[in-house]
């Protein structure tokens, strides 16, 4: 037999190559910082720079002001009047009526289906179940805005006898669309994660299906869930184009879900591109920006962490 | 209350027979209950996509595949927004491919999933996937354009107008990577997980260094998972608006991208600008249904894609156990 | 603390033996272990194993399951670093130089020690490539001599005669014996000195059981051989010599003959006539 010579291993490569896989490894952990960073940073002229100040001001963003000599003190958001107006209220109180529909109307049909899909469908009809809810969450926000903005506002409208066609309840119904893809895959998750032994025990003590459910199968998902509830609302509050496009954008205070709404997303994304580079309206744009990344960063964790020691609980409790 | 009603009555037959038809009943409210609710996400499916089919149908031709938009967007086709599209995807999982991959891979191969860094990456990656669109559009503005852009611009185009440092399909499409980063390494991840340890140990038992397992098992093992990340990244890319509105999509283009600091047409923001800053709603329906049908098609197709790619993944790894 | 100065010191000694080794390769051993310990964490899985291995003999390592000879073996080739959390002491002669000290690159020692898994672990690639894979990872780029040395490797493995004319096809087309042989033939290719199988019958039908056992009588006259195994009748009928585990433990080491007719520990004795086990 003739010899077989082996060549030495480089150890060069292998150790580039180490090295190339763990540099791309942190794109994620600097993206996340780069991102952190970059839109704090436009944010920062509200609390230093006294031009920006001057109409921007923290205490202008959330008090009521008196624009006008005579007139009442009021929360406006009019950054490109004569008088600039950057008060957060309605952008606030905006997101919130959307989202708070979003929910209403994502949560028990969210939670809902994910019950039934976990508990009682057969294994036939889960297969129907599952590739439906991936394919709503499948389809693009544009889309569902444009069917809000097209189709759902107008049957709403006809149906409900509305003055104004865009609405918090039209965009929080198409946002609930969104979220309910979210809300249903976690709390699903989070139930069928219920180790079968936990299931046994309950069914050996003579309860039914459902009382299984009930009493073991809820309560241990229950954190579960509510993750799945709190990450759907972290998507509600900063899911842009379908608001942008259903909800009217009318920046106004009031307590009625019939009216118009302008979200903290929706503004930004409306207003940003007409923006002076630099400008005062430009920075309270960014600082919107970090407020939507703080919130769903909070909630996202928040959600994460939940999750992690549910999984924990549950699979140490199965083994 | 009921528990009270029970114990008296454990001993009795009759009584015994009745609780158990009431517990029966009971099982049935919350089953039908849910199961209204998902009668009624598949309604509100049906009838939205229901909608759609029918009102793009007729506007599908292949004229309107291949031709610009002609009289301020209310006739002609859509032709530069599907390209402006594919190349955007294109641009886009070339950058979050490599990156994905490889992130997944460490994950996986070189590091224990208790230690530090492991965790730390892993919370920035669900984080990364929960950051709202339109904060990644600030990004790619204030990031790509503003510094990455404008200082390629200062220090080598200091004389002329902004070269680099202005909305583009490449700043468009990292950001858009970015966002999709965390689609490809869960599905990278989720791949490499069902590789079995007796393949890594047959290459080290062999000679093989852990990069020459990695490229030459690890990689072709995983590449159906790779697949279904990718494709999932580019469904998940072509309908984003959010983040490209500010950082390279334009309303209209007499002229298709050819350089990578061009700007594009895209088919969402198309039918976002239709929607909204219509003068005519009316005369731009058809075309904007059109649009709309054509974005779902693609969206839809890369989706199907997937998950079939990935259920084969998943029935060939039962096979083979 | 008196039992770690002693392994010190008995370290110190080995090393001396070590060197003049080095001068003198072994003619009668090609392996041999002295003092080792080894843990995963903070459990120890062998306490103070000594063994010698003998060249171009069948060295078979029985014992309960969990008793520490899988674990073992894996330390003959450096198997056991990729598992994290390890950690290990002593020392391991190959030829008498220390495989963890005279050797950086551990894949190194993997191709002068080969290693049958077992369960049969072909890669998802065709059977000519699952042959050829060790001899592209060493370098070999001459596809003449990749095509020889996989016809020589197949023919070694007694499987030639059934894949010759389908060595394109995917290994995973082979049924459970073949593919065993074949991940024989695949760790022949690289021309290992010692060849490590962990009990690489214990999947397969009696059938192929035979033919693996067989190949191990044919391969012995060019390879010095270790194998684990759950089966005694296996062990007696392939093995020159036998080492008996137990909890971590070498109890008992010598020719088979020995081992399975007049043990000298009780243990042996009880485990070979299946009292426990």
Redesign the interface.
């Given at each position: 037999?003739?010899q077989?010579i082996?060549?030495?291993?480089s150890?060069w490569?292998?150790f580039f190559?180490?090295k190339?896989?763990?540099?791309?490894?942190?794109?994620?952990?600097i993206?996340?910082l780069?991102?952190f960073v970059?839109?704090f940073?436009?944010a920062i002229p509200i609390f230093v720079d006294d031009y920006v100040k001057e109409d921007a001001s923290l205490d202008k963003m959330v008090f009521k002001q008196q624009y006008y000599e005579g007139r009442e003190a009021k929360w406006s958001w009019q950054p490109n009047s004569e008088v600039p107006k950057f008060s957060l209220w309605p952008l606030f109180i905006g997101t919130l009526k959307a989202s708070l529909v979003a929910m209403l109307f994502a949560i028990?049909?969210?939670?809902?289906?994910a019950?039934?899909?976990s508990?009682?469908?057969s294994r036939r009809i889960r297969e129907?179940?599952k590739?439906?809810?991936?394919?709503?969450a499948?389809?693009?926000?544009?889309?569902?805005?444009?069917?809000a903005?097209?189709?759902l506002a107008t049957a709403l409208q006809n149906t409900l006898g509305l003055t104004f066609r865009l609405n918090a309840i039209n965009a929080g119904i198409a946002l609930g669309?969104a979220v309910?893809p979210i809300v249903f895959t976690v709390a699903e998750d989070a139930m069928t994660s219920v180790p079968h032994s936990l299931r046994d025990a309950a069914t050996a003590l003579g309860a039914?299906?459902?009382?299984v459910?009930?009493t073991t199968v809820l309560p241990a998902a229950i954190p579960g869930i509510s993750a799945g509830v709190v990450?759907g609302f972290?998507?509600a509050?900063?899911?842009?184009?379908i608001v942008?496009?259903a909800s009217g954008n009318a920046a106004i205070v009031s307590a009625s879900f019939l009216d118009s709404v302008r979200t903290f997303?929706a503004t930004?994304?409306a207003e940003?591109?007409e923006v002076v580079?630099g400008d005062t309206h430009y920075h309270v744009?960014?600082m919107i920006?970090s407020l939507?990344?703080v919130f769903?960063?909070l909630?996202?964790?928040s959600g994460?962490i939940v999750l992690t020691r549910l999984k924990e609980r549950l699979q140490g409790k199965a083994t | 209350m009921k528990t009270i009603e029970l114990q008296p009555n454990t001993n009795s037959l009759e009584v015994v027979g009745h609780l158990k038809f009431g517990?029966?009943r009971?099982?049935f409210i919350?089953?039908g209950?849910?199961?209204?609710?998902?009668l009624?996400?598949?309604l509100?499916?049906a009838v939205?996509?229901g909608?759609?089919v029918i009102g793009g149908t007729p506007t599908i031709s292949w004229e309107f595949l291949t031709h610009p938009p002609e009289q301020g967007m209310e006739a002609g086709g859509v032709f530069p927004a599907i390209f402006g599209t594919v190349a955007l995807v294109i641009l886009m999982v070339i950058a979050v491919i490599?990156?994905g991959v490889?992130?997944a891979?460490?994950?996986q191969e070189?590091t224990s999933p208790k230690s530090r860094i492991t965790r730390?990456?892993r919370?920035?990656?669900?984080?990364?996937?929960?950051?709202?669109?339109?904060?990644?559009?600030?990004?790619g503005?204030?990031?790509f354009i503003?510094?990455v852009g404008g200082g390629l611009d200062s220090l080598f185009y200091p004389e002329e107008g902004p070269v680099w440092g202005q909305p583009a399909i490449i700043w468009a499409s990292l950001t858009l990577a970015?966002l999709t980063?965390?689609v490809v390494?869960i599905s990278t991840e989720e791949a490499l997980r069902t590789i079995p340890r007796e393949l890594r140990e047959a290459s080290y038992a062999l000679?093989g260094?852990?990069?020459q397992t990695?490229w030459r098992i690890i990689i072709p093992q995983a590449t159906p998972g790779i697949l279904t990340g990718s494709i999932l990244a580019v469904?998940r890319g072509?309908?984003?608006?959010?983040p490209i509105?500010?950082t390279g999509a334009a309303y209209y283009l007499p002229y298709l991208p050819t350089k990578l600091n061009d700007q594009f047409m895209e088919l969402?923001?198309h039918?976002?600008v239709m929607?909204?800053q219509s003068p005519d709603i009316e005369a731009t329906?058809p075309l904007?249904y059109g649009t709309?049908l054509v974005?779902?098609l693609l969206?839809?197709s890369l989706?199907s894609v997937a998950?079939l790619i990935r259920s084969r993944m998943r029935r060939s790894r039962v096979s083979a156990q | 603390m008196s039992a770690l100065s002693n392994t010190n010191s008995m370290k110190a000694l080995s090393v001396t033996t070590a060197v003049s080794d080095e001068l003198q390769p072994d003619i009668k051993f090609k392996m041999i272990v002295e003092n080792l310990n080894f843990s995963y964490g903070s459990v120890q899985a062998l306490f103070d194993i000594s063994m010698k291995i003998r060249r171009n003999r069948v060295t078979a390592l029985i014992g309960p399951s969990g008793c520490g000879k899988s674990t073992f073996l894996r330390v003959l080739n450096r198997m056991n670093e990729t598992i994290p959390g390890t950690s290990m002491e002593g020392t391991v002669l190959l030829d008498g130089r220390n495989i963890y000290e005279d050797f950086d690159?551990p894949?190194?020692i993997r191709?002068r020690v080969g290693m049958v898994f077992q369960k049969s672990n072909p890669f998802p690639k065709s059977i000519f490539d699952n042959v050829a894979y060790g001899?592209r990872v060493?370098?070999?780029k001459n596809k003449q001599?990749i095509i020889?040395?996989v016809e020589?490797s197949l023919r070694r493995a007694a499987l030639w005669e059934e894949v010759e004319d389908k060595l394109d096809n995917s290994a995973f087309m082979l049924s459970g014996g073949q593919q065993q042989r074949l991940c024989i033939a695949r760790a022949l290719a690289?021309?290992p000195e010692v060849i490590l199988m962990d009990e690489p019958a214990s999947a397969l039908d009696p059938i192929s059981t035979a033919k693996i056992e067989d190949l191990i009588g044919e391969l012995r006259k060019h390879y010095t051989i270790v194998i684990v195994t759950h089966n005694m009748q296996q062990a007696a009928r392939v093995s020159d010599h036998t080492g008996f585990f137990y909890e971590g433990r070498l109890i008992e080491y010598g020719p088979t003959k020995q081992i399975f007719t007049r043990p000298a520990k009780k243990k042996t004795e009880d485990y070979v006539t299946g009292r426990f086990g």
């Amino acid at each position: 037999m003739e010899q077989l010579i082996f060549k030495p291993k480089s150890r060069w490569r292998e150790f580039f190559g180490e090295k190339l896989i763990s540099v791309n490894a942190f794109v994620a952990l600097i993206a996340i910082l780069l991102i952190f960073v970059f839109i704090f940073k436009e944010a920062i002229p509200i609390f230093v720079d006294d031009y920006v100040k001057e109409d921007a001001s923290l205490d202008k963003m959330v008090f009521k002001q008196q624009y006008y000599e005579g007139r009442e003190a009021k929360w406006s958001w009019q950054p490109n009047s004569e008088v600039p107006k950057f008060s957060l209220w309605p952008l606030f109180i905006g997101t919130l009526k959307a989202s708070l529909v979003a929910m209403l109307f994502a949560i028990p049909l969210g939670v809902g289906a994910a019950i039934y899909c976990s508990e009682f469908a057969s294994r036939r009809i889960r297969e129907i179940i599952k590739p439906a809810i991936e394919m709503l969450a499948a389809i693009p926000s544009v889309v569902l805005g444009f069917f809000a903005l097209m189709v759902l506002a107008t049957a709403l409208q006809n149906t409900l006898g509305l003055t104004f066609r865009l609405n918090a309840i039209n965009a929080g119904i198409a946002l609930g669309l969104a979220v309910i893809p979210i809300v249903f895959t976690v709390a699903e998750d989070a139930m069928t994660s219920v180790p079968h032994s936990l299931r046994d025990a309950a069914t050996a003590l003579g309860a039914n299906r459902w009382q299984v459910s009930l009493t073991t199968v809820l309560p241990a998902a229950i954190p579960g869930i509510s993750a799945g509830v709190v990450l759907g609302f972290g998507r509600a509050v900063g899911e842009t184009m379908i608001v942008l496009m259903a909800s009217g954008n009318a920046a106004i205070v009031s307590a009625s879900f019939l009216d118009s709404v302008r979200t903290f997303s929706a503004t930004i994304a409306a207003e940003l591109a007409e923006v002076v580079f630099g400008d005062t309206h430009y920075h309270v744009l960014f600082m919107i920006g970090s407020l939507l990344f703080v919130f769903t960063f909070l909630i996202n964790l928040s959600g994460d962490i939940v999750l992690t020691r549910l999984k924990e609980r549950l699979q140490g409790k199965a083994t | 209350m009921k528990t009270i009603e029970l114990q008296p009555n454990t001993n009795s037959l009759e009584v015994v027979g009745h609780l158990k038809f009431g517990r029966k009943r009971r099982g049935f409210i919350p089953r039908g209950v849910t199961f209204l609710a998902v009668l009624i996400i598949l309604l509100m499916l049906a009838v939205i996509i229901g909608n759609i089919v029918i009102g793009g149908t007729p506007t599908i031709s292949w004229e309107f595949l291949t031709h610009p938009p002609e009289q301020g967007m209310e006739a002609g086709g859509v032709f530069p927004a599907i390209f402006g599209t594919v190349a955007l995807v294109i641009l886009m999982v070339i950058a979050v491919i490599p990156i994905g991959v490889f992130t997944a891979i460490y994950l996986q191969e070189y590091t224990s999933p208790k230690s530090r860094i492991t965790r730390l990456i892993r919370i920035a990656i669900n984080n990364l996937a929960g950051v709202p669109s339109i904060v990644f559009g600030l990004f790619g503005l204030g990031f790509f354009i503003a510094f990455v852009g404008g200082g390629l611009d200062s220090l080598f185009y200091p004389e002329e107008g902004p070269v680099w440092g202005q909305p583009a399909i490449i700043w468009a499409s990292l950001t858009l990577a970015l966002l999709t980063l965390p689609v490809v390494i869960i599905s990278t991840e989720e791949a490499l997980r069902t590789i079995p340890r007796e393949l890594r140990e047959a290459s080290y038992a062999l000679g093989g260094t852990k990069l020459q397992t990695i490229w030459r098992i690890i990689i072709p093992q995983a590449t159906p998972g790779i697949l279904t990340g990718s494709i999932l990244a580019v469904s998940r890319g072509a309908g984003e608006v959010a983040p490209i509105m500010f950082t390279g999509a334009a309303y209209y283009l007499p002229y298709l991208p050819t350089k990578l600091n061009d700007q594009f047409m895209e088919l969402g923001y198309h039918i976002y600008v239709m929607a909204t800053q219509s003068p005519d709603i009316e005369a731009t329906k058809p075309l904007l249904y059109g649009t709309v049908l054509v974005l779902l098609l693609l969206t839809f197709s890369l989706n199907s894609v997937a998950i079939l790619i990935r259920s084969r993944m998943r029935r060939s790894r039962v096979s083979a156990q | 603390m008196s039992a770690l100065s002693n392994t010190n010191s008995m370290k110190a000694l080995s090393v001396t033996t070590a060197v003049s080794d080095e001068l003198q390769p072994d003619i009668k051993f090609k392996m041999i272990v002295e003092n080792l310990n080894f843990s995963y964490g903070s459990v120890q899985a062998l306490f103070d194993i000594s063994m010698k291995i003998r060249r171009n003999r069948v060295t078979a390592l029985i014992g309960p399951s969990g008793c520490g000879k899988s674990t073992f073996l894996r330390v003959l080739n450096r198997m056991n670093e990729t598992i994290p959390g390890t950690s290990m002491e002593g020392t391991v002669l190959l030829d008498g130089r220390n495989i963890y000290e005279d050797f950086d690159d551990p894949s190194a020692i993997r191709t002068r020690v080969g290693m049958v898994f077992q369960k049969s672990n072909p890669f998802p690639k065709s059977i000519f490539d699952n042959v050829a894979y060790g001899l592209r990872v060493n370098g070999i780029k001459n596809k003449q001599l990749i095509i020889q040395v996989v016809e020589q490797s197949l023919r070694r493995a007694a499987l030639w005669e059934e894949v010759e004319d389908k060595l394109d096809n995917s290994a995973f087309m082979l049924s459970g014996g073949q593919q065993q042989r074949l991940c024989i033939a695949r760790a022949l290719a690289i021309r290992p000195e010692v060849i490590l199988m962990d009990e690489p019958a214990s999947a397969l039908d009696p059938i192929s059981t035979a033919k693996i056992e067989d190949l191990i009588g044919e391969l012995r006259k060019h390879y010095t051989i270790v194998i684990v195994t759950h089966n005694m009748q296996q062990a007696a009928r392939v093995s020159d010599h036998t080492g008996f585990f137990y909890e971590g433990r070498l109890i008992e080491y010598g020719p088979t003959k020995q081992i399975f007719t007049r043990p000298a520990k009780k243990k042996t004795e009880d485990y070979v006539t299946g009292r426990f086990g």
